[in-house]
T-cell receptor, first 109, second 115 residues
Framework: GQNIDQPTEMTATEGAIVQINCTYQ??????LFWYQQHAGEAPTFLSY??LDGLEEKGRFSSFLSRSKGYSYLLLKELQMKDSASYLC??????????WGAGTKLIIKP | ETGVTQTPRHLVMGMTNKKSLKCEQH?????MYWYKQSAKKPLELMFV???????ENNSVPSRFSPECPNSSHLFLHLHTLQPEDSALYLC??????????????FGPGTRLTVT
């Protein structure tokens, strides 16, 4: 079966750096997405990786290793507003989007 | 950016009721999606419409019935639901259809409670 694994919950300190990991086993690969979802709100798109390597976008970066079935989202200079759930999703060979259950990130002062 | 709107935001219904969820996208996209989000579970894709044609139906019970009258509007008609159908129902849209790599834009969701 197809599966996306990410930690259920993580805690980090304001101003610090946190890395949220995502591993996947899917039938084929057509890109990996990261979304942010604040409690009670819509998921919003953060990043898309289809080739190996690091994509940087301000304080957020996303890394992909297709051979390892692995990605991470790196958040720098954490702010209280970064407290949210982070969802990892992979498009398989049929372009179906397979979602992880999300990682709840708690930022402490 | 909230180019996708959903109504109502909250809905409580009995198991014998019939109700409809509405989604509207103002982004000029040609694909629309219905998802179910339950606590601590992955998003479950329910239906995909591309160019107003249903291209995917992920074994969803017939008590959920989608309708896409045009590329900007999507409905989810509900009837004789079960308590386990209580969840957040999210609508999304994207530039391309399901076979593209464009990101999806989500609406705020409808929190549904079935009593």
């Amino acid at each position: 079966g197809q599966n996306i694994d990410q930690p259920t919950e993580m805690t980090a300190t304001e101003g610090a750096i946190v890395q949220i990991n995502c591993t996947y086993q899917t039938s084929g690969f057509n890109g990996l997405f990261w979304y942010q979802q604040h409690a009670g709100e819509a998921p919003t798109f953060l990043s898309y990786n289809v080739l190996d390597g690091l994509e940087e976008k301000g304080r957020f970066s996303s890394f992909l290793s297709r051979s390892k079935g692995y990605s991470y989202l790196l958040l720098k200079e954490l702010q209280m507003k970064d407290s949210a759930s982070y969802l990892c999703a992979v498009k398989d060979s049929n372009y179906q989007l397979i979602w992880g259950a999300g990682t709840k990130l708690i930022i402490k002062p | 950016e909230t180019g996708v709107t959903q109504t109502p935001r909250h809905l409580v219904m009995g198991m014998t009721n019939k109700k409809s969820l509405k989604c509207e996208q103002h982004l000029g996209h040609n694909a629309m999606y219905w998802y179910k989000q339950s606590a601590k579970k992955p998003l479950e894709l329910m239906f995909v419409y591309s160019l107003e044609e249903r291209v995917e139906n992920n074994s969803v019970p017939s008590r959920f019935s989608p309708e896409c009258p045009n590329s900007s509007h999507l409905f989810l008609h509900l009837h004789t639901l079960q308590p386990e159908d209580s969840a957040l129902y999210l609508c999304a849209s994207s530039q391309g259809g399901g076979d593209s790599s464009y990101e999806q834009y989500f609406g705020p969701g409808t929190r549904l409670t079935v009593t």
